[in-house]
């Protein structure tokens, strides 16, 4: 049976766009408000990630760090972002979730508990920043026997060779990191050279989903639009940010946002 990931992308396919993946923080700024955002921009996005927030994210810029912090300081506990997929999958059924964090968090929890939950909730696939190929490679499997996508990371740094491993061994869902920089930085390089490079990438499996990641706002999204699909985070989480600062509501705010981000690359 296919996974909810792999037919998202059949759907987007079929419709000659790339797919929309969103990332929010859980629990920013608020568990319930969390649940409305994701509900909100479900409407739009193809595929949703969920971050499970921490205290030092190595791979995140100053956006994301402050929507987790904001999480944090609300007391956020793993059982929260559960319970935010679980009820989130009660309204949107065959909507892709995707949960995005650190391992330390997840060996925290325990590897087979977490797994656990994310099959209980309805979680589709993870992304581990930190827990690269091949020490993944166990806890992919573990992923697999449960039929939750693990979710393999390549980087520009990312030699051929190993590339043809990581992409051998992986799932559903590819996310390509677009530059070396963190979350939310401006991109340093262009839209035609990520394009370039995703393109070699993509040649050498034509079958698996590749989606590109970091830099990516409404004002960069419509010249990358020609890759399987197009994560855009950070846009979202300082949206969060400046509403609170504005004491407008976030939830109408990222509506609004990630609507516009559709319409750019149909």
């Known amino acids: 049976m296919k996974s909810e990931i792999q037919l998202a992308f059949e759907n987007c396919r079929s419709e000659n766009r790339p ?32 971050g499970f927030p921490h205290s030092t994210p190595l791979g995140d810029g100053g956006q994301i760090q402050t ?13 929260d972002a559960f319970q935010i997929v ?11 979730i995707i949960l ?26 993870i992304i581990c920043v930190d827990l690269p ?3 993944n490679k166990i806890f992919a499997k573990k992923c697999k026997k449960k039929s939750i996508n693990f979710i393999q990371l390549l980087a520009p740094t990312t030699t051929k060779d190993r590339m043809k491993k990581i992409i051998r061994d992986s799932h559903d869902m590819i996310y390509y990191i677009s530059m070396l920089s963190t979350t939310g930085g401006k991109l340093k390089i262009s839209p035609k050279k990520i394009i370039e490079n995703y393109k070699k990438i993509k040649k050498l499996n034509l079958s698996k989903n590749l989606v590109i990641g970091f830099g990516i706002t409404n004002k960069t999204i419509s010249s990358l639009k ?35 981000l559709k ?4």
Do not use: H
């Open 226 to 260: 020609t890759a399987d699909g197009l994560v855009v985070g950070s846009q979202l989480c300082k949206t969060i940010t400046n509403s609170l600062k504005k004491r407008q509501n976030p939830v109408t705010k990222l509506n609004k946002l990630v609507y516009n």
């Open 263 to 266: 319409n750019k690359i149909l």
């Open 133 to 135: 190929w091949p020490e």
């Open 67 to 79: 929507s987790s912090n904001r999480a944090i300081k609300g007391g956020f506990k793993m059982r």
């Open 86 to 96: 679980k009820d989130f999958k009660k309204k949107n059924k065959t909507k892709p």
């Open 19 to 50: 797919a929309l993946v969103t990332y929010v923080v859980a629990n920013d700024p608020s568990k319930k408000k969390s649940l409305q955002i994701l509900n909100s921009i479900a409407k739009y996005a193809d595929l949703v990630e969920l």
């Open 100 to 125: 995005m964090g650190y391992y330390n968090m997840i060996f925290n929890y325990g590897e087979n508990n977490f797994l656990k939950s994310c099959k209980k909730a309805g979680v589709s696939g």
